[in-house]
Antibody, heavy 116, light 106 residues
Framework: QVQLKETGPGLVQPTQTLSITCTVSGFSLTSYYMQWVRQTPGKGLEWMGFIRSGGSTEYNSEFKSRLSISRDTSKNQVFLKMNSLKTEDTGVYYC??????????WGQGVMVTVSS | DTVLTQSPALAVSPGERVSISCRASEGVNSYMHWYQQKPGQQPKLLIYKASNLASGVPARFSGSGSGTDFTLTIDPVEADDTATYFCQQSWNDPYTFGAGTKLELK
């Protein structure tokens, strides 16, 4: 069955870099776009960006200068890296599979706290 | 960015019909999707492309609309439907979500 699971650091210091891994099973990354969405107390659900089935990426311009999405298809993993973290980046980060019409499977999310 | 406006909260009795609205600040064609989120859980896709029921979702849920005005309807409402419901558009860049409508049962 389709499963997605995010793993990440939990606590990150301001100005540092956030790295999250999304490990998937039950489908191939070469067949679906993969999305990153976060949920913060200040802005609610925010679309961050995606990686296409072919490997190219698109980012929300709000994050574009500090966000990178990549993948390792051999390990069934998608990666999010975001630098220059601020306290406002505190929230839950989700990866999700893109049905092309909505995001049909989501990971359980990883809580990230940005604090010194 | 495309702003999606939802009413913040609704309260209904079990067995009733409820309609949750989402208005977009600009047209999104039919690329409006609806999610249910319960506390501590990830969002769950209910409706995609305005009116298509996602796999495994009960037929009590339905969606309608196009352009800028969309509606999610639950009929009849059950106790388990207590949750926050979000709309999301994927027509305009960047994709955006509504702030959510919290559904409470009386």
């Amino acid at each position: 069955q389709v499963q997605l699971k995010e793993t990440g650091p939990g606590l990150v210091q301001p100005t540092q870099t956030l790295s999250i891994t999304c490990t998937v099973s039950g489908f191939s990354l070469t067949s679906y776009y993969m999305q990153w969405v976060r949920q913060t107390p200040g802005k609610g659900l925010e679309w961050m960006g995606f990686i296409r089935s072919g490997g190219s990426t698109e980012y929300n311009s709000e994050f574009k200068s500090r966000l990178s999405i990549s993948r390792d298809t051999s390990k069934n993993q998608v990666f999010l890296k975001m630098n220059s973290l601020k306290t406002e980046d505190t929230g839950v980060y989700y990866c999700a599979r893109d049905l092309n019409y909505g995001f049909d499977y989501w990971g359980q999310g990883v809580m990230v706290t940005v604090s010194s | 960015d495309t702003v999606l406006t939802q009413s913040p909260a609704l309260a209904v009795s079990p067995g009733e019909r409820v309609s949750i609205s989402c208005r977009a600040s600009e047209g999104v064609n039919s690329y409006m999707h609806w999610y249910q989120q319960k506390p501590g859980q990830q969002p769950k896709l209910l409706i995609y492309k305005a009116s298509n029921l996602a796999s495994g979702v009960p037929a009590r849920f339905s969606g309608s609309g196009s352009g800028t005005d969309f509606t999610l309807t639950i009929d009849p409402v059950e106790a388990d439907d207590t949750a926050t419901y979000f709309c999301q558009q994927s027509w305009n860049d960047p994709y955006t979500f509504g702030a959510g409508t919290k559904l409470e049962l009386k």
